[in-house]
């Protein structure tokens, strides 16, 4: 009974969880295409009031000439004579012609009370506005009955779709005509279309009007009525096929009211009104950033469950398998653990300093074999003189074999040797003779750049010899017979840099990041050790020894200090 009553909490348990995980699910989603609404919203109305910025700069800079234009003492000149003088309309021809240069307009011009123009900026063009009349248009009549008035429609020649803003010209209380100035938004659409996001600006009527698609341009973003549509045929402002709604509103994929988001709809509007007859539109496409945070969500949260399945699924575990036993157990594997590791220490410890003294003598000792040799033949010879030479050097490496050993017991006790100036060429050419065997049947060829730079430096002359040693012999090995090892010099500042380098295969990146790691080595009787012994000694006098990149062979250099 106990164990049906424990399955049956089992699978209860399951079900929940899985009730948990699937709601857990669905309200993350939710909070993860909010949290990404939300912030695109924010980009949004960030970028909404520099576009609105910008537009609201273009239109006061019109509407403003407009107003100076109808006070100009030129514009209103031209009417002071009937008939009007030629020569005064020539020169407003001229004025109006600069104007629109300078402030960038399409056009500028002078309508009589009758509709027809007088003067305008594109007078000696084919296509110039005077003589023309344009009564029938909104901006001319309304401007003229009510001092101002603004219409955003088609050009009649040019076709070319701009903002008319029409102002009436008076004089001692005398209507004389309606000075226009034509903007075409050209560039502004250019800077708009720049920006990360859709960016359109509509009338009171929500058409589009200036915009960074074009082929958006007199659509509508909600429909319009049937009188506002019948208006617009009549007054062919905006052409003579009726106005079609955008597609992306028609198909209710736009949230217009940031207030009111519906995550379910990919695009956000966010929309600043800029004055009664002006609304400036963003259009965000939300979708790549509730997908990007829809997955994040998903995967925290599953990543949450999955922790807290293992979690429980090892209380689960702990709980009935392991009990009082288990822990003693536990207890003596770490108890034996942790003796291994000590042990490992320190046959790690010991090893290293071992393999250090026998890297260190090895070429010493492999000098005096040869030596030794060399002189038993000599003596038999009979050259008795050039034998002692040889039982000279034999006793010198064996001091120097003493000193070496002296040293490296000093460095396992941390404590220093005696630093002193040391001329570099002095252990270059040891460790140089030391291997001149081995560069002879390896038809090896050693070379040297800028040797006038040679200084002295702070070293120990014997350990300063075995880094030169280390490095020339891994260079032997790995560019095999024919070997060509560059030392070069240089002064950098109180530094003295010896660089070498040789011609064989390189060091890949994994070789160099792993290089002065005690114990790495792609030698197959090596104990990786040499290199970090050589990066030590330097790092005693005060130096350092680093791999550099290169593009053909191994570069080794040496920083070191000068002596004063």
């Known amino acids: 009974m ?51 910025a910008s537009f609201r700069r273009e239109l006061e800079k019109f509407r403003l000439a407009s107003v100076v234009l109808a006070l100009e003492g030129d514009v209103t000149g031209v009417f002071d004579s009937d008939p009007l003088d030629p020569n005064l309309l020539e020169a407003l021809n001229g004025k109006l012609e600069l104007i629109s240069n300078q402030t960038e307009a399409a056009a500028v011009y002078l309508i009589r009370p009758d509709g027809v123009t007088i003067a305008s900026s594109n007078s000696r063009e084919p296509t110039s506005f005077v003589g023309s009349n344009y009564s029938f248009r909104a901006y001319f009549r309304e ?27 008076e004089k001692n209380g005398q209507i004389l005509g309606v000075v226009v100035i034509k903007v075409e938004f050209d560039g502004l659409e250019s800077e708009w279309s720049e920006a990360d996001n859709l960016a359109f600006a509509t009338n009171d009527k929500g058409v589009i009007l200036v915009t960074s698609v074009p082929d958006w341009r007199f659509q509508t973003i909600s429909r319009l ?47 600043n009104r800029l004055d009664r007859d002006w609304s400036v ?16 969500m998903q995967a925290a949260i599953v990543a949450f469950f999955m922790f807290l399945v293992a979690a429980g699924s090892l209380l689960y575990y702990r709980r009935n398998t392991l009990k009082l036993r288990a822990e003693r157990q536990l207890n003596e594997r770490l108890r034996v653990m942790n003796e291994r590791l000590v042990q490992a220490n320190k046959l790690a410890t010991l090893g290293q300093i071992a393999a250090g003294v026998g890297h260190e003598i090895n070429q010493p000792l492999a000098a005096i074999g040869s030596y030794a040799d060399s002189a038993r033949k000599l003596l038999v010879s009979g050259k008795n003189e050039t034998a002692d030479e040889n039982l000279s050097r034999i006793s010198e490496l064996t001091e120097r074999i003493g000193r070496i050993t002296g040293e490296l017991r000093g460095f396992s006790r941390k404590a220093s040797g005696l630093i002193e100036p040391v001329n570099v060429m002095v252990p270059i050419e040891g460790a140089l003779l030391l291997m001149n065997d081995r560069l002879d049947s390896m038809r090896a060829e050693v070379r040297f750049t800028n040797p006038g730079e040679v200084r002295n430096v702070m070293a120990e002359s014997v350990r300063l010899e075995q880094v030169f040693v280390n490095l020339f012999q891994n260079s032997l090995e790995a560019g095999g017979d024919g070997t060509i090892i560059e030392i070069s010099f240089k002064v950098d500042g109180t530094r003295f840099v010896i660089t070498i380098a040789d011609n064989g295969p390189g060091l890949s990146e994994h070789v160099r990041e792993n290089l002065f790691r005690p114990f790495s ?30 593009v053909k062979g191994a570069v080794f250099s040496m920083r070191m200090k000068i002596a004063s």
């Open 2 to 52: 106990g164990n049906k009553l424990q399955r049956s909490f089992n699978w209860g348990g399951i079900f929940i969880g899985m009730l948990v995980f699937v709601i857990a699910l669905w309200v993350g989603n939710y909070v993860a295409k909010m949290r990404a609404v939300e912030a695109e919203a924010t980009r949004g109305q960030r970028s909404a009031a520099l576009l609105t």
């Open 143 to 169: 401007a003229l009955n009510r001092g101002e008035f603004e219409q955003f429609a088609l050009g009649s020649v040019s076709r070319r779709p701009g903002l008319y803003i029409g102002r009436r010209v």
């Open 225 to 271: 009525s049937v009188e506002d549509q019948s208006r617009s045929l009549r007054n062919l402002d905006f052409g003579d096929k009726p106005l079609s709604e955008n597609t992306l509103y028609k198909d209710e994929l736009v949230s217009a009211d940031r207030a009111l988001i519906d995550v379910s709809r990919p695009y956000l509007d966010i929309v």
């Open 281 to 296: 539109h963003v259009l965000i496409d939300t979708s790549h950033s509730i997908r990007s945070g829809v997955l994040q």
């Open 521 to 550: 080595t792609s030698k197959r009787d090596g104990l990786g050790l040499g290199l970090v012994i050589s990066r030590d000694i330097l790092a005693e006098f005060g130096g350092e020894l680093t791999a550099e990149p290169s």
